[in-house]
DNA sequence: TTGCTTGATTGACATTTATCAAGCAAATGG
DNA sequence: CCATTTGCTTGATAAATGTCAATCAAGCAA
């Protein structure tokens, strides 16, 4: 594996408390590969066989059901996804592909459950990542239960800007994605920016400007519960 | 704390391979506290004090925005609930009530991380514990991006028919506690439960009698990969 | 028992969201 | 350059879901 990749990965909160001798074992057995854009690298259903993490590129996390879809994250740099099916040796919950072309470093599942196993550090490290894993969605659930596809919207456009430090950015993920991501159909979510316009949101095909912060707010109604996830 | 209570806590999977010693120090320092129904045990955006363990009755996990509120599990004995906040020592997601008289073990959170730091085989438990519980709200999430309310409930029933082992049971929460959880209102469920009458389901009060089950499942449709809670 | 409360149901209606079809505009490939 | 594709937008319409008000039924208390 290239030096960049390996220091990249060790940067990681969950690798970076682990011993050199547990870490170097792990990297051993991982494979490195690149990855042209629009390829299913997951199938939702199949045993978990790798642990990935995105060196570069994106990749979306998504799940269907009797011929629907969804978006249901989208995993960039340096990150790994799909820790917990790894972990418990089950079966993936979510499909993946790459949005763009990738370069992902690949470790065996098995490989993961044995240093678990061997490295109370890198123990400790999973349960922070699973716990954070989980809060994560659980705020998802919030967000899609407690409001409308316009105030997902406006709360995601403020995520976004929080993100950025700026009022004025570009939508990461086509429009179609995102409304996929937001639970809405991209005829909705078209209309939806529609109607943030009347709460100071400038939309010009993927830039995105707050022109008032206050009124977006006040119609957003943020909370850190839901919306905040660094906590 | 009682012997019974103590012996059924030390057999959930998170406590069972503890070392006595150290699942003695973190019961020492546990209280053991009767509720009546409907007390407000916790509120989302506290600062995570306990990890709760229910030994009898019936605690609601609820979230609220903007003067709106749903209902996102019912924890029922034995099990634990807010693992992730304890871990993190972070805030609180959702509130906690009691639904019934409700029997609980209170354990400091700070006791709780102190044995994930000190026990190997606890810190172990808790992973694949908050994996469980990570891609149970996987699950939960793709249910309701994917799926339309009265397919949200076919599948509810079709999975307490799971866990009853019988075609006729009796729903284990009030109707209006389950329109939320499963997302929609009270006059919602009450009309996609009439809806199913069509696939079969026969409805008297809180009784459930599956009378066409190949039928109800056709038009479910049900997937092991949202379903399935034990995957 | 009677009256009261609570939760469930029903009907009428409003809102939200999805679907379908058409048009537009930017990006892509000859 | 043009032609084509792709993604986005718009309008018309339909379906799903929510809201409000009234009613009903069961359980509970006086």
Redesign the interface.
């Known amino acids: 594996m290239p030096d960049s990749d390996y220091s990249e990965v060790r940067k990681l909160h969950l690798f970076s408390q682990m011993e050199d001798a547990q870490f170097g074992a792990l990297m051993r057995g991982a494979y490195v590969q690149n990855f042209p854009p629009q390829i299913e690298l997951i199938t939702?259903?199949d045993p978990s066989d790798f642990l990935h993490i995105v060196v570069s590129g994106a990749i979306e996390l998504f799940?269907?059901?009797?011929g629907?879809?969804?978006s249901?994250a989208t995993v960039r740099p340096v990150s790994t996804f799909i820790?917990?099916?790894s972990?418990?040796d089950?079966?993936y919950?979510?499909s993946a592909r790459t949005l763009e072309k990738s370069r992902l470093v690949l470790i065996p599942s098995q490989d993961v459950r044995a240093a678990?196993?061997e490295s109370?550090s890198f123990?400790?490290a999973?349960?922070?990542e699973?716990?954070?894993?989980?809060?994560s969605?659980?705020?998802?659930?919030?967000d899609?239960?407690?409001?409308t596809s316009r105030e997902r919207l406006a709360n995601y456009l403020l995520r976004q800007k929080e993100r950025s430090g700026s009022l004025a950015f570009d939508l990461a993920l086509e429009k179609r994605r995102l409304a996929s991501f937001l639970?809405m159909t991209p005829e909705n979510l078209s209309r939806s920016f529609k109607g943030l316009e009347a709460y100071g949101v400038k939309v010009t095909g993927n830039h995105i400007v707050i022109t008032d912060l206050d009124d977006l707010t006040r119609f957003a109604?943020p909370?850190?519960?839901?919306d905040d996830f660094s906590?």
């Open positions: 939702e259903g799940s269907s059901w009797n629907r879809d969804t249901m820790l917990a099916a972990i418990k089950a079966a919950l979510m678990f196993e109370s123990a400790k999973i349960v922070l699973l716990a954070q894993c989980y809060r969605v659980v705020k998802n659930t919030k899609l239960k407690l409001r639970g109604k909370n850190p519960l839901i906590v």
